[in-house]
């Protein structure tokens, strides 16, 4: 199962990006999907996730500006960021919990990260 990431960039204060994450390969159902973020010299945190039902949980310091959504025929996850602040500034990664066979355990995989940085 391979998750590939994209739709990072260079942004100004204010401004909108999204984030989308593909999963591929061997995959019978997807379970939770989210994206974390990680800046230098930080601990990686989680940004916002969704559940398989749709259910989603955001850090505080996103909520009202980001929106999580996939597109479950798709295998596919989105993060949909506005009033974007310098201090969004970090690597993106997705992340998704994968059972590649019906009967088989959930495993979690990582995205490759995509940077977004947020500056005048």
């Known amino acids: 199962v391979q998750l590939q990431a994209s739709g990072g960039g260079l942004v100004q204060p204010g401004g909108s990006l999204r984030l989308s994450c593909v999963a591929s390969g061997s995959i019978a159902s997807i379970n939770g999907m989210g994206w974390y973020r990680q800046a230098p010299g930080e601990q990686r945190e989680l940004v916002a996730s969704?559940?398989?039902?749709?259910?989603?949980t955001y850090a505080s310091s996103v909520k009202g500006r980001f929106t999580i959504s996939r597109d479950s025929a798709k295998n596919t996850v989105y993060l949909q960021m506005s009033s974007l602040k310098p201090e969004d500034t970090s690597v993106y990664y997705c992340?998704?919990?994968?059972?590649?066979?019906?009967?088989?355990?959930?495993?979690?995989?990582w995205g490759q990260g995509t940077l977004v940085t947020v500056s005048s």
């Open positions: 992340k998704a919990y994968v059972r590649s066979t019906w009967t088989g355990p959930v495993v979690d995989y």
């Open positions: 969704i559940s398989r039902s749709g259910s989603t």
